[in-house]
């Protein structure tokens, strides 16, 4: 009896298919990988961009900060170091009096600001990147 060697046209064919239909899957992982990947970098550069501002932030003197946290009044409004109107990847930044021992009990961390405690938030606009910290006297 003698055997074939090697394969048979069908069996290539059924391979080849189960190849083809194993792969979609496949490169449908890499596709959302590579999307991700993206992203991540977008999220990178809106750190390091608002980090930067941060730092430039708590290099002025603490009574120029509190000075300008008096002026503005409001923890919600943006402050005049932010960056200006129409500015690619716009850093908006705001700044309050910290009340950090809740003398007042009222569990509002704006009211009844501690004197030399200071918060600050900085975040890229229409954007989900942000830092927040707080820098005493």
Request: proline share 4%; charged share 20%; hydrophobic share 45%.
């Amino acid at each position: 009896m003698k055997h074939s060697a090697g394969f048979s046209y069908v069996e290539v064919l059924i391979a080849s298919v189960i190849v083809v239909v194993a792969i979609i899957p496949g490169v449908d992982a890499l596709r959302s990988g590579l999307q991700s990947t993206q992203a991540h970098v977008v999220l990178a550069q809106d750190h390091f961009h608002i980090a930067s501002r941060l730092e430039d932030i708590l290099a002025f003197p603490f009574s120029a900060l509190d000075a300008e946290a008096l002026a503005v009044g409001n923890p919600a409004v943006p402050i005049t170091f932010s960056d200006a109107p129409g500015t690619a990847r716009r850093r908006l930044i705001y700044l309050a009096r910290y009340d950090g021992d809740n003398a007042d009990s009222d569990g509002d961390r704006f009211t009844g600001g501690d004197d030399g405690l200071l918060w600050i938030r900085i975040e890229v606009e229409n954007s989900s990147s942000a830092i927040e910290s707080l820098t005493s006297r």
